[in-house]
């Protein structure tokens, strides 16, 4: 048994099925022209025939046509360009005919015959001997429409800078592969592999679907549309890439293609990055997620330029903004900037370390605030929240008073890159609605925390009496020297002093610590007698609502601004009451 090829089926593969596009014969015919060193070639397009004529080297064996995986052409050719030997026989899918005028010979391939009849000798070759050099094809008894043909030549002559070509006596002009477009972000590539040009590309400014054109020696070979947000040209090297057989539209997935492609997406990034250095705000929201996908935020973070937000567009800020217990004033409410911000027992961490303190602005009274952008460069500030594009500010009026009272920094986030990087550092920038369950009220000194006077005795058994109405323990109450500070906790372990502050008492860790400087006892007697007096009573009714709320976080562990504390706070008070008045 012997191998044997059908040669007439092979023929026919060629003409129905092997080229996936049906007008490819055109690239192999001008291929052909340049390879045999043609400067003109002269395309004549008629109703039901085709000439194609150039003045190249000619071919003198019409064996080498005829002989498929066979190639005639030179050494440089074969070494640069690896021809396949088929570019002849892709002019069966456009005519049943073919003549071939060159040197010493003219050939007439009867395609139609050799299909129908299974005739091998369906070639009839006879001597030409006016013709020296140069080379004519004749394709007649055409299987495609002439439109379209003549379409294709010059749409291929277009990028063909030699050997210049005409169509019907029109000589095609050479557009190159140089952009025909302006943009800022184009970027000139030349790496082993091609030579071309790259620009970003968008829906929102460009027409049609991102491509990038392919071509080998100045030929077309395919569309990519491997890379979404780009588009561009790319003249590939000889032997940089292996194309695939037999029409050579599309690239083998080999090692050459393989590294061929890191470099292109390496160009690619480079492109996108020059948008974000050289891009206006408009630039980096139209590229935003072609710039993420080729960038990466690792990269391009350290380019974005945040604005930061100081103020907030027609919110006033409160007169009453001191939320100070002292002595001399029996009031004791906070502003709606501080009730915003009141802590719950388990806001509160005695004796831990603080961070040195951040600078504070207090607005003065009756102040307008208004919008203020300040552009931070390519540096964020060390902390702050927040605020996306796509959050209406009238909904975080309250947060965005906190933030201006203690100038809390605020970026606002312009776009999906900004976005991004912000969602790199969770630890230290939150989103602006959680600010309030951010802040609370640390201690960062306790001392002396024994009565310390006839007085503080007197003060101890006092309270001591109101921790037995409620079953607590004696010393529930602990009168001491005590600093507060208000914080920001940023994480578990970042906290950041935004305001030093004046509070009487505060609940943590099952105790009820109250700050002497501020208890108010005036006239308290200065003694230890255990009967009550009206001075007693005094000193309970001026404290009796700090205490309240503080035994309602203590012992009852409510949080502040809901329906539970202010009615744990309103019976607390009236048991202490009932409970001195005998009620």
Known sequence: MEVKINVINEMRKLRNSVYSDPFAWVEEVIQNCQRAEATHVNVTIDYDKIIISDNGVGCSDPQTLFEKNTSGWNENIQASESPFGEGFFSTLMAADTITVKSVGFVATFDTKKMFEQNDLNAIDITENKRSKSGFTLVLTNLRQDTYNIEKRFNSVAKYIKSPSIYVNGKKVKYEGLKPNIDSQFIRYVDTPFFKGWLKPHSWYTDWGAAAIKCFAFDRKIMDSDKYPGVEGVLNFKPNAVTLRSPDRKDFVKNDKYYDMLDCLEEEIKKMYLKVVKKGSDEDLHIFENSIDKYVGVDTYAKYIKFQLLNRTENIETDDNTDDDISSESDDNTMTDIDNAIAPTCNDIRINQSILPAVQTHNPAPDEQTSVQITQTGYKLPEYGFYIKKSTPLSTIEQQLKIAEKYNIPIITLRNYLEERVIETMPD?????????????????????????????????????????????????????????????????????????????????????????????????????????????????????GVISEAISHCLYHNNDKTLEHAECINAVTQRIINAFYKL
């Open 428 to 544: 230290i920038y939150a989103p602006i609605e959680d600010m309030n369950v951010m802040i609370g009220i640390d201690c960062i000194d306790c001392r002396n925390a024994v009565p310390s006077t006839l007085s503080e005795i007197r003060m101890s058994k006092l309270l001591s009496k109101i921790a037995h109405l409620f079953d607590a323990d004696d010393n529930l109450f602990v009168i001491a020297d005590i600093n507060f500070e208000r914080i920001l906790q940023l994480n578990q372990d970042t906290k950041l002093s935004i305001e030093p502050i004046n509070k009487l008492a505060i609940a943590y860790d099952g105790k009820i610590y109250i700050n002497r400087k501020l208890l108010m006892h005036k006239n308290l007697p200065n003694n230890a007698d255990t009967e009550l007096t009206n001075e007693d009573i005094k000193f309970i009714l001026l404290n009796i």
